[in-house]
């Protein structure tokens, strides 16, 4: 067994008023950072490919492939990440764990900006761009079990829903804060300057944001829940069986697989999913996806809210139903010439509020579905896994069956999909698991 966290553990009663409202902030910003940084990756998915993946006499389609197989590779180690600090932090506490999670993080993105092209050092460019996209899915793995855990055992009783959906809402500030960047950036700078040097911009802005996030983590004291729990105890922990924590990942996967499969489609893929397949310019993509990612960012924490009054599971499949049933006739209002922009915002706007409506109450969900002891790592695993499969593997499924197939609604199937059965795993939730204590 691992030795404790440094540093002294503090008990419940001696934790300051203000540890849960610092605690939410702590566990946003890592997450902000996150998410900032796979949005850039996804915006500026086409020049990345050009100067990483692009040797003499590629294809743009195929360079656009490989550089979304590095991306789903990232989503790949993100269980990876979420089991070895999943275990760190049930072990040691959230606090030590999410100190280290954000120095990788920060330093991995932080390369990326540095790093050289293919121009420059031939085949080890795209290979090193891999290396340091594996270990920011590491850190990624072990960020949001960490970071949920965190909030949820903060959080005032009856307001698990609410300090749970800073994490998606956090998603959705990261997002807009990448194409608001991508978009200040392609507005100033030339197409040469923005394809030549100005992409690395974004990455390189990581550092101090991930600087400001480890002052915050330092200061944290550790969670109620995990002193109560698991600190100072001088007998051993005890834990539930494997068996039963797997059967609850394998559950966790089922109910979030919409989440990841229509946030990543409309949220992230849908820039470059333009862009190649309806022959929209960088700069109206990138307004789609911020029109996309604002419904989304005005939906979460209502549905936080909302999910604390009358549970998670109506809220949730309600979400999870509206994308299911509306993903094709949104797609092609925004695929229509004849369209108007303010039906094609709308259009935008709705498909991004819908998922919203499943974000805001899941991390909160999550967290119920896992006692103390196994939470950091329950819950991380579930969402790692979920967004491996059906998030980060969202661009390269949607662009090769786009492509094989020439069908433009792949991306709308795709959504509806995955959507439809996570409305059936959702179904399984207890109507008043919010009103239950974590055990």
């Not at 949820?152 to 998606?168: C, D, I, N, V």
């Not at 309806?278 to 993509?285: E, K, P, V």
């Not at 990612?293 to 936080?304: D, K, M, R």
């Amino acid at each position: 067994m691992l030795p404790p966290a440094p540093g002294p553990v503090r008990s419940p009663a001696s934790a300051r008023p203000a540890g849960s409202h610092r605690a939410l902030v702590a566990g946003s910003v890592g997450n902000f950072i996150e998410w900032y940084e796979f949005g850039v990756y996804g915006y500026f998915a086409t020049v990345i490919a050009a100067h990483f993946f692009t040797p003499e006499g590629g294809g743009e389609v195929e360079a656009l492939v490989r550089t979304y197989a590095s991306f789903a590779l990232a989503f790949f180690f993100r269980p990876v990440g979420a089991a070895v600090f999943g275990r760190l932090g049930d072990r040691i506490g959230r606090r030590p764990t999410l100190v280290l999670v954000i120095c990788l993080m920060t330093g991995a993105t932080t390369l990326i900006g540095a790093l050289p092209t293919y121009a420059s050092i031939g085949a080890a460019a795209p290979w090193l761009l891999t290396l340091l996209r594996i270990v920011q899915g590491l850190s990624a793995g072990g960020e949001f079990g960490g970071a949920v855990s965190l909030m949820t055992e903060s959080a005032p009783p009856g307001r698990r829903g609410r300090y749970g959906a800073w994490q998606s809402f956090t998603v959705a500030l990261g997002l807009l804060a990448g194409a608001g960047a991508t978009a200040l950036l392609a507005t100033v700078l030339t197409t040469s300057q923005l394809n030549g040097w100005g992409w690395r911009l974004p990455f390189l802005l990581t550092l101090p944001l991930g600087l400001a996030a480890l002052w915050l983590r330092l200061r944290l004291d550790e969670t109620p829940a995990f002193v109560s729990a698991v600190a100072g105890r001088s007998e051993p922990v005890r834990r539930p069986p494997a068996a039963e924590t797997a059967r609850a990942v394998a559950l966790g996967v089922g109910r979030l697989m919409g989440w990841s499969a229509a946030g990543y489609t409309f949220l992230v893929v849908l820039p470059s999913y333009l862009q190649n397949t309806l022959n929209a310019t960088f700069q109206q993509a990138l307004l789609a996806t911020v029109l996309a990612n604002l419904g989304f960012a005005a939906s979460i924490l209502p549905a936080g809210v909302l999910s604390d009054r009358i549970g998670r599971r109506t809220v949730m499949v309600g979400g999870a139903l509206l994308i299911a049933v509306l993903a094709l006739p949104l797609l092609n209002l925004v695929q229509d010439p004849g369209t108007t922009v303010y039906a094609k915002g709308a259009a935008l706007l709705g498909a991004g509020a819908a998922v919203g409506l499943m974000a805001g109450p899941g991390p909160a969900m999550l967290a119920e579905m896992f006692p103390t002891t196994v939470r950091y790592t329950g819950l991380g695993l579930a969402y790692a896994l979920s967004n491996a499969v059906f998030s980060g593997c969202a661009g390269l499924i949607v662009t090769r069956a786009v492509e094989w197939t020439g069908d433009v609604d792949v991306p709308a199937y795709y959504a509806a999909t995955a959507c439809a059965v996570s409305a059936a795993a959702l179904l399984t939730l207890r109507g008043d698991d919010h009103r239950r204590g974590l055990r």
